[in-house]
């Protein structure tokens, strides 16, 4: 298994337009986002990343919902590096991450910012590319390397789930998309509908969807015990053999 941390932060896609079949991948994951996001709840989301700053929640339940990318941007709400996040420590109620682990130099560091940004039982969905499709074998072929897909990191569901574990979050869904175009022209067909349901985990893409989860502490009083009274053997026998005597007439 490779090291998560890249000694040279790997080409950054700028838009969804530099990625292969672009505009059908941001399709695809909007339409699946949207119904995830329907089950957020809270204040605030941010979405971290060029990718994720394009995606249209409309219907999503929160309705405060920043684009927060490193460098200048159309979608831009602010500007901030994702793994040093201008954020106050448990002041979001969301985080929306499409591919940006994938791009990341320390994606490590990123999750620590999400964890340190989140509220207690707060949301967060993750889109990554998935090493055992047929685009996660693409990466191991010599042709087509001047693609950005050969620049993505592809971390596998399980490994994304590790992480995610350390720092507290409970994964509540794993989706696996698309088929639709990269099999076939025509979406929703049977070969689309017969991947989806006896081989998802080949599919190219995956969304996590996780919860921060928080133990409360609640003091626990200590339970004093008593010290147990011990007396000697004899002098419980001489005390009862004094007791035991007759008083003389």
Same mark, same amino acid.
């Given at each position: 298994?490779?090291?998560?941390?890249?000694?040279?932060?790997?080409?950054?896609?700028?838009?969804?337009?530099?990625?292969?079949?672009?505009?059908? *991948?941001?399709?695809?994951?909007?339409?699946?986002?949207?119904?995830?996001?329907?089950?957020?709840?809270? =204040?605030?989301?941010?979405?971290?990343?060029?990718?994720?700053?394009?995606?249209?929640?409309?219907?999503?339940?929160?309705?405060?919902?920043?684009?927060?990318?490193?460098?200048?941007?159309?979608?831009?709400?602010?500007?901030?590096?994702? *793994?040093?996040?201008?954020?106050?420590?448990?002041?979001?109620?969301?985080?929306?991450?499409?591919?940006?682990?994938?791009?990341?130099?320390?994606?490590?560091?990123?999750? /620590?910012?999400?964890?340190?940004?989140?509220?207690?039982?707060?949301?967060?969905?993750?889109?990554?590319?998935?090493?055992?499709?047929?685009?996660?074998?693409?990466?191991?072929?010599?042709?087509?390397?001047?693609?950005?897909?050969?620049?993505?990191?592809?971390?596998?569901?399980?490994?994304?789930?590790?992480?995610?574990?350390?720092?507290?979050?409970?994964?509540?869904?794993?989706? =696996?998309?698309? =088929?639709?175009?990269?099999?076939?022209?025509?979406?929703?067909?049977?070969?689309? /509908?017969?991947?989806? /349901?006896?081989?998802?985990?080949?599919?190219?893409?995956?969304?996590?969807?996780?919860?921060? /989860?928080?133990?409360?502490?609640?003091?626990?009083?200590?339970?004093?015990?008593?010290?147990?009274?011990?007396?000697?053997?004899?002098?419980?026998?001489?005390?009862?053999?004094?007791?035991?005597?007759?008083?003389?007439?």
């Amino acid at each position: 298994m490779k090291p998560a941390l890249l000694d040279k932060k790997p080409d950054y896609p700028r838009s969804w337009s530099a990625l292969p079949n672009g505009a059908e *991948r941001k399709a695809m994951v909007e339409n699946e986002l949207e119904h995830i996001t329907q089950q957020f709840f809270g =204040y605030h989301l941010v979405k971290v990343g060029n990718l994720s700053s394009e995606v249209s929640l409309t219907k999503c339940s929160i309705k405060h919902c920043v684009n927060m990318v490193a460098k200048a941007h159309d979608a831009a709400g602010m500007r901030s590096l994702s *793994r040093e996040m201008a954020l106050k420590e448990s002041s979001v109620d969301g985080f929306v991450l499409v591919h940006e682990l994938d791009f990341a130099q320390d994606p490590h560091q990123i999750l /620590r910012e999400v964890d340190r940004a989140i509220m207690p039982d707060g949301d967060l969905a993750i889109v990554g590319f998935n090493p055992l499709s047929l685009t996660g074998l693409r990466k191991l072929m010599w042709f087509n390397r001047q693609s950005i897909l050969h620049e993505a990191r592809y971390f596998s569901v399980p490994r994304i789930k590790d992480w995610l574990q350390l720092l507290g979050f409970e994964v509540t869904q794993v989706k =696996y998309m698309p =088929y639709s175009k990269f099999f076939t022209n025509r979406p929703n067909n049977i070969v689309t /509908r017969w991947c989806q /349901r006896f081989l998802p985990q080949l599919a190219s893409v995956y969304i996590i969807v996780a919860k921060k /989860r928080t133990v409360p502490l609640s003091p626990i009083k200590p339970k004093w015990k008593l010290k147990p009274k011990f007396s000697a053997v004899g002098a419980s026998i001489r005390a009862g053999g004094v007791n035991s005597e007759k008083p003389q007439s």
